[in-house]
């Protein structure tokens, strides 16, 4: 350490701490460096013979200078005390280097200076920043693949209805034709057989094409088709499921009325499966600015530590969710069984 840090560092035990940290350690004063340890000058290729005497200005990313001069004068003004933030300096081969600083206002020998520490943070924002650009890319792919999925159950949704449907129905009538042409009590028995069994594949490609993509949706809204698979669940799994009475105020956009069927959809799939419950209740709120969806089962509850619904359905609602700028809330009830509460903004028909 060279003689004008005397005053500042009296101790030689306290100096060789300060030229042998692992941190950078600076003093700034008059917009110069008064100071500066090793480590802090080879974070962006210098001597600290180099950095002492030097303006901030020739050490500070020109795009960063303003705004690093303002928190420097509010800081020697006593605006604040101390600040801890990331600051960008110029390595002396030309590479910005990202500092992470906490600097404190104190006297060095007798007038205002900022004393401080920093850590090269440079890898480690742009590892940050990689995992940030790498979630975005997964969840647009995963909004894309949901979308393609849609799409793909629309298609086949009226391709089951529209032609397989058509070519049943035709075969339906043909059979009724010949039951009405022929007198033979063999012919009329198998034909009733046929008439009997065409009529249950028609009904079964009705149920899928709905599953597929729920034609109430589409053509009276999302409170109905919610209200139609209600019914469809209570029959076939013997859950008493209640609906709480809703005004509906706004028309969703389709692509928040598909999200939130399918979330709902999903939601009572893990109830079939999962809770062990015998009653549901579901509430949908449509209030000015927002929607709220809430189903609570009377079920053996989620363990979250383990949780019982598979990860992907839950990372399928949740991903949903999200799409729609919206948040999915999945937990005990405090009165037994589980909860799960959806969040989502309101968007009129048209903007999405």
């Known amino acids: 350490m060279i003689d004008q840090e005397d005053a ?11 030229e042998q940290s692992l941190a950078g350690i600076y003093v700034l004063q008059d917009e110069h460096f008064a100071y500066a340890n090793t480590t802090w000058a080879e974070m962006i290729g210098r001597t600290p013979e180099e950095m002492i005497g030097g303006h901030l200005r020739e050490f500070v990313d020109p795009d960063f200078l303003d705004e690093l001069m303002a928190l420097y004068w509010r800081r020697i003004n006593g605006d604040l005390k101390s600040l801890r933030f990331v600051t960008r300096l110029v390595h002396k081969d ?10 404190t206002r104190m006297d060095y020998k007798g007038r205002p200076a ?14 940050d ?7 975005a890319q997964l969840q647009e792919l995963a909004a894309n693949i949901n979308r393609l999925r849609e799409e793909q159950r629309a298609k086949f949704a009226r391709d089951l209805h529209d032609v397989l449907g058509g070519m049943l129905t035709s075969i339906k009538m ?8 022929v007198d033979s009590p063999e012919v009329q028995e198998i034909t009733h057989g046929l008439l009997a069994l065409t009529q249950d594949t028609i009904n079964t490609v009705r149920e899928i094409s709905e599953e597929l993509r729920p034609s109430a949706l589409d053509h009276i809204g999302l409170v109905a088709a919610i209200e139609k ?18 005004e509906v105020t706004t028309r969703l956009s389709p692509k928040r009325n598909i999200a939130i069927y399918r979330i ?4 009572l799939t893990n109830i079939a499966r999962h809770a062990d419950a015998t009653s549901v209740f579901i509430c949908l709120e449509f209030n000015d600015d927002d929607f709220r969806m809430e189903i609570v089962d009377n079920g ?3 363990d979250m530590e383990s949780q019982t619904m598979t990860p992907i359905g839950l990372l399928g609602m949740s991903e949903r969710a999200r799409e729609i700028g919206g948040t999915l809330e999945i937990g005990p009830n405090p009165g037994g069984g589980t909860r799960l509460c959806l969040f989502a903004p309101l968007v009129h028909q048209g903007v999405q």
């Open 8 to 18: 500042y560092f009296p101790s030689i035990p306290f100096r060789a701490i300060v």
């Open 94 to 103: 030309g590479r910005v280097i990202l500092i992470e600083v906490h600097g």
């Open 114 to 127: 900022i004393v401080g520490i920093g850590v090269d943070v440079t890898e480690r924002l742009k590892r």
């Open 129 to 135: 920043e990689e995992l940030i650009r790498s979630k």
């Open 174 to 181: 043909d059979v009724s034709r010949i039951m009405r042409r």
């Open 229 to 246: 698979e209600i019914a469809v669940f209570s029959n076939r799994y013997n859950i008493a499921t209640c609906l709480a009475p809703c």
């Open 264 to 267: 709902f959809q999903e939601a």
């Open 300 to 302: 053996r509850g989620i």
